[in-house]
């Protein structure tokens, strides 16, 4: 159903000098890791991409020692020279992109496309804005001289693994905390090298510390008793579990988890922009993203124009190679979410839903869903509930904007919410009535650092990004 | 012959109305000296639940009403106390003088937090200059429904935990203080003649042991504030509980109710909004 044959137009990925193994960058070094080590894929080939050194608890440790003792002086270094570091480091990501692009691809399975236009200017971006928040703190609001919190036990999740690094470690290095991140296990080859760009930068040694490993060691580092911060974005399941471990220990947390988002479509919308909107916010890093919108509600009166339009448009998405400039949907990033894919995929069809995807072939090895489309869902099929993480929309309809208001907060999440009309009035009146973090009107899927981010109700707590991502990683 | 007193019965606050506990049970509340001074209702976990209803049902008309509504009638509290200082004081016992500096110090702080309602937005929303063509705004909501465990200084510090979760509007379920309950029911009569819509503040008396737990784990609980937790054991498992549908949860800490306030207590039960339109002709 293809409107166009593309040739192949890979990216190199000989910019990428990739290591047979990598250690843990403990104060400002590579070291060994105390656990066995354990291997990155490229999910698009299931071929080893390196050895990734497993830190244990000691490792953790040490870690977070190396990060107390450069405490005392990222801290008192004037606010100025900070963010001198930090300017230091976005340049040198825009210097390094196409190789940060090309590795992100290799180790996640986005499209390079993506991983080229979105991830790395945004990266670059998030450091860029609060490089320049570093020494204008007292006129934040919160205070003449609001306090870093001390060190920061940061985990984050392998959708955006470049991303999410540089929302966690760009405000809080501003704000004079040092840190001990813990990358997604499937994903942990860009935040080591960031580590060596904060290498190149000379950034004094254990300001920022990058222990790699899986949900241990993860564990480890949000209950090290001398961490002082705890942020993480990952699922909703495990943000409990550390919302509980933190309770009594006085740490402060924000947590950025799980979303069911609505996508509402009215009949007066533009419906091509909202057919790109709705592709956008669920096809989008094969719907490895929090804030997607997964849950379409039509209303009934243009149902049929909008799937007709919707199923076309999917048609002429390319599905392969994340390394192919022209590759729209990639690989799903592991065996196991490709699993919790195929699961509720098809919990939807025994729970009555119909299923629906565009002709296509899928490559052989790696791991791969493509584009699919539930219709006839009722709001208590688990795929209208639960958070596939995955390139599935689940389809519903509405007759009035109340019960549009009323189905999209009918779910215990709340990070975003897509209108899509062409009535200001109703646009203003929509926004209020949702309970949703981010709201995004005739558009989906937008991120910039001025921008605060982060959830209503389970979709947790604290934003990143903006004036209010400050407070995270301040002493207020 | 003097008069016999007619005494008040003191009941719970729920819903805009006075109901005894459903369980029929009351505990007896002493004056410092250790003289009977009422039967106060001890309420239980349906009474929690009954309030959380009641929370959630005023939650849309209390967050939709305008700012300058909630604010207009926050002060309308403010004016109301402060028409009841005599009996404040009197209720407060102690000394008369620093009673009525703790009524004063309330109504004051009522006035403060009512000034609030229509600039805490112009504060802590933002507008953020993304780097494309789109508008782009941040402003603060309520969370929704919260649950207060009241400190133990019966007006003064009632007030200053109630007064900022319910102006940038919130609704609430308040645990009053469990050995000084008394002012926390004669300020729902205040509450209930302020043009508060009922359900906005509920008040419960009882025992802080028992009524904490439920309403920490309550699933239709957005926030938790614990300031009135004394024993560290149950403020953690308050707070356990409360990790299971990601309540806000304000820790307990030691408080000086006389000092300045700050935002601390309006912007931990808030939630950020941010608004993205793309511009085009």
């Known amino acids: 159903m293809s409107i166009f044959e593309y040739a192949p137009a890979p990216e190199s990925r000989d910019i990428v000098d990739l290591r047979p193994s990598y250690g843990l960058f403990v104060n400002g070094e ?20 390196a050895e990734v050194a497993m830190a244990s608890a000691d490792d953790v440790d040490r870690a977070v020692q190396a990060a107390r003792k450069a405490y005392g002086v990222w801290s008192a270094m004037p606010g100025a020279e900070r963010a001198k570091y930090l300017f230091r480091i976005a340049r040198i990501i825009q210097e390094r992109a196409r190789e940060l692009a090309v590795l992100e691809s290799l180790d996640n399975g986005k499209p390079i496309r993506e991983s080229r236009d979105v991830d790395l200017p945004l990266v670059a971006a998030h450091f860029f804005y609060y490089a320049g928040w570093a020494d ?42 040092t840190v001990v991140l813990k990358p997604a296990e499937t994903t942990p080859l860009t935040a080591l090298l960031f580590a060596e760009i904060c290498q190149q930068a000379d950034l004094p040694p254990g300001v920022v510390n990058i222990v790699t490993g899986a949900g241990e060691t993860g564990a480890a580092v949000v209950a090290h008793p001398d961490v002082n911060k705890v942020a993480f974005t990952g699922s909703t399941e495990v943000g409990r579990i550390i919302a509980r471990t933190v309770a009594g220990t006085g740490k402060k947390l924000t947590l950025e988890l799980g979303g069911k988002a609505a996508n509402i479509v009215f009949e007066d919308a533009a419906l091509d922009q909202a057919v790109e909107g709705i592709v956008n916010g669920i096809f989008f890093n094969q719907g490895h993203v929090c804030c997607a919108g997964s849950r379409l ?67 052989e090895r790696g791991y791969w869903f493509p584009p699919t489309v539930f219709t006839g869902v009722a709001q208590s099929h688990r795929i209208a509930r639960e958070e596939v993480f995955g390139p599935v929309l689940s389809v519903l309809t509405f007759r009035t904007p109340a019960e549009a208001v009323e189905k999209a907060n009918n779910t215990p999440y709340g990070l975003s919410a897509g209108i899509w009309t062409e009535k200001g009035s109703r646009i203003l ?37 903006g004036l209010l991502g400050l407070e995270a990683y301040l002493d207020v | ?47 929690v639940r009954d309030a959380v209803v009641a929370a959630r049902k005023a939650f849309p008309g209390w967050s939709g009403a305008t700012a300058y509504n909630r604010g207009q009638i926050l002060y309308r509290i403010a004016e109301m106390l402060e028409g009841r200082r005599a009996q404040f004081a ?122 904490a737990p439920w309403l920490a784990a309550h699933m239709d609980v957005n926030g938790l504030d614990l300031t009135g937790v004394d024993d560290t054991e149950l403020a953690l498992s308050c707070e356990q509980a409360a990790a299971e549908n990601l309540k806000r949860v304000l820790r307990p800490a030691a408080e000086d109710w006389r000092a300045a306030p700050g935002l601390g207590r309006m912007t931990r039960f808030l939630e950020t909004k941010t608004v993205w339109h793309p511009m085009g002709v």
């Open chain 1, 30 to 49: 590579f070291v060994d890791g105390g656990g066995a080590p354990f291997k990155t894929v490229n999910p698009a080939t299931e071929e080893k991409l």
């Open chain 1, 136 to 177: 204008k703190l007292e006129h934040a609001g919160f205070g003449a001289d609001p306090r870093p919190l001390g060190v920061a036990g940061q985990v984050i999740p392998w959708n955006f693994p470049l991303l999410m690094l540089a929302w966690k470690i760009a405000p809080a290095l501003a704000c004079g905390n």
């Open chain 1, 297 to 363: 509600l039509v209303q009934e009166s243009v149902q049929d124009e909008l799937l007709t339009a919707l199923k076309r448009r999917l048609g002429t998405l390319r599905l392969g190679d994340p390394l192919d400039k022209n590759t729209d949907i990639g690989a799903i990033n592991s065996a196991e979410q490709l699993a919790k894919i195929r699961s509720l995929s098809d919990i939807g069809e025994q729970e009555g839903a119909e299923r629906w995807s565009p002709a296509c072939e899928l490559p």
């Open chain 1, 429 to 465: 009146w929509m926004a209020g009535k949702l309970r949703a973090g981010v709201v995004w009107a005739n558009t989906f899927n937008r991120f910039d650092p001025t921008s605060p981010f982060g959830g209503y109700k389970e979709s947790g707590y604290g934003r990143e990004g």
């Open chain 2, 1 to 47: 012959m003097s008069r016999l007193a007619v005494r008040k019965t003191y009941k719970l606050y729920i819903g805009g109305a006075f109901p005894r506990s459903e369980s029929g049970r009351s505990y007896a509340v002493t004056s410092s000296k250790g003289d009977f001074l009422a039967n106060a209702s001890r309420a239980s976990r349906k009474d």
């Open chain 2, 90 to 211: 009197e209720e407060l016992g102690g000394g008369k003088r620093s009673a009525l500096e703790a009524v004063d110090a309330a109504v004051d702080r009522l006035v403060w937090y009512a000034g609030w309602s229509d600039k805490i937005a112009s504060v802590h929303g933002t507008a953020n200059p993304v780097a494309g063509p789109y508008f782009n705004l941040s402003s603060p909501e309520p969370t929704g429904v919260v649950g207060v465990i009241a400190p133990a200084d019966p007006l003064l510090g009632l007030v200053s935990v109630v007064a900022p979760v319910i102006v940038t509007g919130n609704t609430c379920v308040v645990v009053a203080a469990e050995g000084a309950p008394l002012p926390s029911i004669t300020l729902a009569e205040v509450l209930a003649t302020s043009d508060l819509p009922g359900g906005v503040v509920n008040v419960l008396t009882g025992h802080q042991r028992e009524l």
